[in-house]
């Protein structure tokens, strides 16, 4: 069995060959640090965690490499920092913005099961490598040098002979239909409109670092410049897989591939290219303004990790996901069932998810993986069934929430394990007192006969917190009762 994957330069589907099988390397585009990840932010980084656990299933650990940046130098970033902390000199207000929105950042990936990758590389860290770069490109006739600004010329790049790829390949665009389409009033130091910026002139106060080619004004790096750079570093001059939202494919990772390919003479930056579909919630594009902008850490709190996971995983990553309160109850009722029968169904031989592995050998098909879920479940594979969630990420073990946490049971011999974020701790023996539970239902039922939410919600996670579950329906004669279980 080999592993297939699409890559969007060629695009067709192809056996995947490392150019090194002892170190196979990907890069994949990170966050810019200014803002909350959004729930669609959320899809590159589970999709690309799931094929990092993949290739290191078949190349092993110790042989795989991934590389995603965190862009920290951004007018995005510099914007954010000025309106929020208007009192602080800029470069101070930049280094809060950037450092809380990392925090946050790593907390959520974090929650929701992402390995880290083997490096995290920030774009404020690079400047050398991009400077260095710069100065090739320069060097080689396919930069110049304008008003302090560095600019490349997609044009000289298509001029020059030899082995490089044509400046339009990746996004399957000719670049003489740019330069057509192209506004007419291109900034002042452009020569086409096409050419984009590989350095800027800083302004007094902003972040600035020496400037490449000889300009004398400090100035800061354009975003593309940033992931040539860190991939070059880290990954050397070719590497294998290169990833992100199928929106950075034009310009970001055109001229990705074109600073690269030009600075170092290479026919391809990456051996192939993956790029996920975009996420809509209930039908419409995520936005602010229509009010449906989803954070990681809402939804987190909300539906639990595993939840969110499985549900990301249930498209194909090319195809559109319509992310919908449906889908997610859907979710949440299926991992209940089985996690219900993993729970009482411990231990087991765990190499038995081959359907799973078969399934996403062809171009990471997660859909046809929970379908092969599905199946052990039918045929109570606990083994194959808890091997299965391992490889796609999927953290095993009943969740509930408590205030705006969540946690997952886990039934182990004789106590209840809780765990919740990093901690573990125990809530005491499964023999909890019957008798103390059933005053606490009582009560709560009082309370909420007297419809007071607030006071049966907390006697609820009270019980939670003690491995309780509670079930509330109603009885033969249309009375509320209540039942519960020990969550295990
Ligand atoms: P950004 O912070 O916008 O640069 O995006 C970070 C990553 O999230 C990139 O790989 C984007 O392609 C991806 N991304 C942003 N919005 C969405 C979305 N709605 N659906 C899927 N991926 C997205
Ligand atoms: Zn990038």
Redesign the pocket.
């Known amino acids: 069995m080999e592993l297939r994957l699409y890559d969007t330069l060629t695009r067709d589907k192809r056996p995947f060959t490392p150019l090194d099988p002892a170190n196979v390397r990907m890069y ?5 640090v200014y803002d909350f ?5 959320a ?3 589970i999709v690309f965690d799931v094929l990092f656990r993949l290739l290191r299933h078949l190349y092993g650990e110790a042989h795989v490499k991934y590389v995603r940046n965190i ?1 920290d130098v951004d007018d995005k970033i510099n914007d954010r920092a000025a309106r929020d902390y208007p009192g602080l000199p800029l470069n101070e207000a930049i280094r809060k913005v950037t450092e809380q929105t990392e925090r946050q950042f790593h907390d959520d990936v974090d929650a929701l099961g992402c390995l880290r990758p083997t490096v995290e590389p920030r774009a404020t860290e690079h400047i050398g490598e991009m400077r260095s770069i710069i100065e090739k490109l320069v060097a080689g006739g396919f930069a110049y040098v304008e008003q302090d600004h560095v600019l490349f010329s997609p044009s000289a790049m298509n001029a020059a002979n030899g082995v490089l790829p044509r400046y339009g390949s990746l996004a399957n665009r000719s670049l003489d239909e740019m330069i057509a389409g192209a506004r007419v009033d291109v900034a002042p130091y452009k020569r086409d409109a096409t050419d984009f910026v590989l350095w800027k002139p800083s302004k007094p106060g902003e972040p600035s670092w020496p400037s490449p080619a000889g300009i004398a004004t400090p100035g800061r790096p354009g975003w593309h410049i940033e992931c040539s750079a860190m991939s070059w570093k880290h990954l050397g001059e070719t590497f294998d897989i290169h990833g ?5 494919v034009f310009p970001h990772h055109e001229n990705e591939v074109a600073q690269s390919c030009c600075a170092f003479h290479t026919s391809r930056m990456a051996q192939t290219w993956m ?6 919630v209930e039908g419409e ?2 936005s602010k303004s229509l009010g449906n902008f989803l954070t990681i850490a809402d939804q987190r709190d909300h539906w639990g990790p595993a939840v969110l996971r499985l549900n990301m995983l249930k498209t194909h990553y090319r195809q559109p ?1 319509d992310w919908t309160q449906h889908s997610l109850s859907e979710t949440g009722r299926e991992l209940d069932r089985w996690f219900e029968f993993l729970e009482k169904t411990p231990g087991g031989d765990a190499s038995s998810a081959s359907a799973v592995v078969s399934a996403l050998m062809d171009d990471l098909n997660s859909s046809a993986a929970i379908t092969a879920l599905r199946a052990l479940f039918r045929e109570r594979n606990a083994a194959g069934l808890r091997s299965g969630l391992d490889l796609l990420g999927v953290p095993v073990g009943r969740e509930f929430v408590q205030g705006r946490k969540h946690f997952r049971l886990y039934a182990e011999a004789g106590s209840i394990a809780v765990v919740g974020g990093t901690a573990t701790f125990n809530i005491g023996p499964k023999s909890t007192n019957q008798a103390d539970i059933q005053r606490l239902i009582d009560a709560r039922t009082a309370a909420r006969a007297n419809k007071d939410w607030k006071e049966s919600d907390r006697i609820r996670d009270e019980l939670a917190a003690m491995g309780v579950v509670l079930k509330d329906g109603k009885d033969a004669d249309g009375k509320p009762v209540t039942t519960w279980e020990i969550a295990r």
């Open positions: 994949v585009c990170g966050p810019t990840a959004h729930i669609g932010n899809r590159p980084v862009t992100g939202g199928i929106d950075l790029h996920n579909g975009f996420l809509q594009k995520m996901i």
